[in-house]
């Protein structure tokens, strides 16, 4: 299918932060630092070490609402997807979330509603940040290591047995049963703060946290959509792999 | 646009056909039932429950008045009468009347005007999604971490009961978590602070 808009790679890599300034959270994740001149996103990706073709797809997902070639997503390295979503964790527990953090801190009503106000969003966000910090570390702990464990025995044939036992312990279809929704919180805060939230005095910060949370949730959702449209198929696939080749070596 | 349920009594095929063909004309306009009598009619209505009723003057006669008032004051319908010619019917119960001799377009903006109405009202009904105070009984227990089988001994009802509250309670408010329906009870003063554990 023909898609237009997509960024390509003859792109200045400049011009895609004139085009959609949401992108520049994902220079961050990686590495590229500015100050590109007027190279192009292909010899930027290319002086960081950076694979250009994954690089272009995350873009064109997180620039284009409907673009997701699940296919083309799925051709890439489980190494290299790992990579990118522990890349975005940093981001949502040490920059995003963080900030939002700061922004609520920020916020004043008049009279009695102020500490009670604060006191409840404070202690709401709290335990919204300790969910998402419990999650992240989760994925990091077992199921990343244990899908990029799947995928080197998959690839060199080796350590079979090992991985087949592991695949016996927790299988991808555990993970994907029990990934749990993180966005739902998210949710509930943004219509708390439209809907019954009486208004703060400084509307400023009230709009600020507003349109962080909207953006937060958007790249959550693209998260969440590599991890169980594009990791979990792909792991499936490669665990029956694991499966026929063990039986194999048994016979 | 929501729907409009309509339900059709006139002795005339053609006329019953004619008009079947002309709603297809009203956005949203849907028959449940297109009949040459008015027998049943009590049963008919409240099996379909139309937003509508077009009906011929002469088989509107033989139903019991004390009928359709029952109906009337339980179901929330309105009543276009069809008669020959034109004549004043004095029953309020009537929202409009149309004749056989009425051209095309004169109809439509009668019954346009009525779905119009309709809409409107229901419009407002649908607004108004503030929770009813059973729901606000259960989301207190909610804030305060009660489970569904304690808040059902607590409140006299199943647990299934519970679980439909809640739903109709994260529906309205657009809350789905434990932890955000808390943060709406305070905000409410359904809850206190200090009910927090």
């Known amino acids: ?251 | 646009m929501s729907k409009t349920i309509f339900i059709l009594f006139e002795k005339s095929y053609l006329i019953r056909l004619g008009l079947a063909s002309l709603l297809k004309e009203i956005k949203g306009a849907e028959i449940s039932g297109n009949y040459n009598s008015a027998d049943n009619f009590a049963s008919l209505i409240k099996n379909q429950n139309p937003d509508i009723i077009i009906i011929n003057q002469e088989l509107y006669s033989d139903i019991n008045t004390q009928t359709i008032n029952n109906l009337s004051s339980e179901y929330n319908f309105r009543i276009i009468g069809i008669t020959k010619e034109k004549m004043v019917i004095t029953n309020s119960l009537f929202s409009n009347q149309i004749f056989y001799k009425e051209e095309k377009a004169k109809i439509l903006n009668k019954i346009n005007e009525i779905t119009f109405q309709l809409n409107g009202n229901k419009k407002n009904l649908k607004d108004n999604k503030g929770i009813s105070e059973r729901e606000r009984a259960i989301l207190e227990c909610v804030a305060k971490g009660m489970t569904n089988k304690e808040i059902a001994e607590k409140l006299f009802i199943s647990a299934h009961t519970v679980i439909t509250h809640r739903k109709n309670i994260v529906r309205k408010l657009g809350i789905k978590t434990v932890s955000g329906l808390t943060v709406y009870a305070i905000l409410n003063k359904i809850i206190d602070m200090t009910d927090l554990k």
Request: a negative charge.
């Open chain 1, 1 to 251: 299918m023909e898609y237009l808009g997509l960024i390509t790679k003859d792109q200045e890599l400049a011009n895609l932060i004139y085009t959609d300034i949401e992108l520049l959270s994902l220079l961050r994740r990686f590495n590229i630092k500015l100050g590109v001149g007027d190279k192009s996103i292909e010899e930027v990706c290319k002086s960081n070490g950076v694979n250009v073709d994954f690089f272009l797809e995350i873009v064109n997902i997180f620039h284009n609402k409907n673009y997701f070639p699940t296919a083309k997503l799925q051709s890439f390295s489980i190494s290299l997807i790992v990579n990118f979503l522990k890349e975005s964790h940093i981001y949502y527990n040490e920059e995003m979330i963080p900030a939002i953090e700061a922004l609520i801190h920020q916020l004043v009503w008049t009279g009695d509603d102020h500490e009670r106000n604060l006191k409840i969003l404070k202690k709401f966000f709290n335990e919204y940040r300790k969910e998402v910090k419990a999650h992240t570390q989760q994925e990091e702990e077992t199921v990343y290591p244990y899908t990029v464990f799947v995928e080197e025995s998959c690839m060199k044939n080796k350590n079979i047995k090992a991985c087949y036992e592991k695949m016996q312990e927790y299988s991808i279809t555990n993970y994907a049963e029990e990934h749990n929704n993180i966005e739902e919180k998210l949710t509930d805060l943004k219509n708390i703060i439209i809907k019954y939230l009486s208004p703060s005095r400084n509307q400023d910060i009230a709009f600020k946290v507003l349109s962080e949370l909207f953006k937060l949730e958007k790249d959550l959702n693209h998260h969440a959509a590599i991890e169980e449209k594009i990791l979990v198929p792909k792991i499936l696939e490669m665990e029956k792999k694991l499966k026929n080749l063990n039986s194999s070596k048994k016979a």
